[in-house]
């Protein structure tokens, strides 16, 4: 399902992904977009769809790109039905109909050690305004699991303690809010960190950027799983 986390600097440096080798990864993987376009009085679509290739179990594979279609989908469905009542809406009262638009880009930030982390970011501009929605998937490519936060512990660690205090100690004067994170909070890996998100108001005083902390692999060795360690 879509992560309900709105976004407005975070992500925008990020270009269209229209295709992305990851060569010097270990993982055989590759992506190609699939786009859709579209445009009429109530909504203009701008989606890319992901479509990972690769010489990994098929099965792994083919449910992992339905996984991230289907969702992908799912947004334009929800966005074409909210568009559709915003018409009949403004027909009702006699208004000029102001159409949607929706556009997304992805990224894969993680891609070695038989684990994919890919990042969407879908964009809506709706009635003058701009937000962004981030949603993150991890996999496990041998297994084709979905991986949690605590997947990336070794077992019988108290890794929500520790993930606790490095985010404590990084977040300086917002503290008093900062409640620990959830047994499914999301993340997403890059080469070098964890980087877990929140939503608005959960660390800090709402802004224009959903509060993201990076925790460096270095300062969780003792804890995590050796498969993430290895360069």
């Known amino acids: ?36 376009s579209m ?17 990994i179990n098929p099965q792994i594979l083919n449910n992992i790109n339905k996984n991230i279609n289907n969702d992908i989908l799912e947004f334009k469905s929800e966005m074409e039905t909210a568009a559709d009542e915003n018409a009949k809406e403004a027909e009702m009262h006699g208004r000029p109909i102001t159409h949607y638009e929706i556009s997304n880009t992805y990224l894969i930030t993680y891609n070695k050690n038989n684990i994919l982390s890919i990042s969407i970011i879908y964009q809506q501009y709706i ?11 991890n996999y496990d490519l041998s ?15 108290d890794y929500i303690g520790t993930l606790n205090k490095l985010i404590t ?47 460096p692999f270095s300062e969780l060795s003792s804890i995590l799983k050796p498969q993430l360690l290895r360069s």
Not at 131 to 136: D, G, L, P
Request: with cysteine; aromatic share 10%.
């Open 1 to 36: 399902m879509i992560c309900p986390f709105l976004d407005c600097n975070e992500f925008c440096p990020f270009q269209r992904c229209i295709q992305f080798s990851m060569r010097t990864s270990p993982n055989p993987l590759s992506v190609t977009s699939q786009d859709i």
């Open 39 to 55: 445009k009429n009085d109530k909504i203009h679509e701008a989606l890319q769809i992901p479509v990972l290739h690769g010489q």
């Open 127 to 137: 009635n003058g305004r701009s937000s962004y929605i981030r949603t993150t998937y």
């Open 143 to 157: 297994s084709g699991e979905s991986m949690s936060i605590g997947s990336l512990f070794k077992p019988n660690t």
């Open 169 to 215: 100690s990084k977040i300086h004067g917002n503290t008093n809010q900062f409640k620990g994170i959830a047994k499914d909070q999301p993340y997403y890996l890059d080469n070098d960190n964890l980087v877990i998100f929140f939503r608005f108001n959960e660390i800090a005083p709402v802004g224009s950027e959903i509060p993201v902390i990076k925790i």
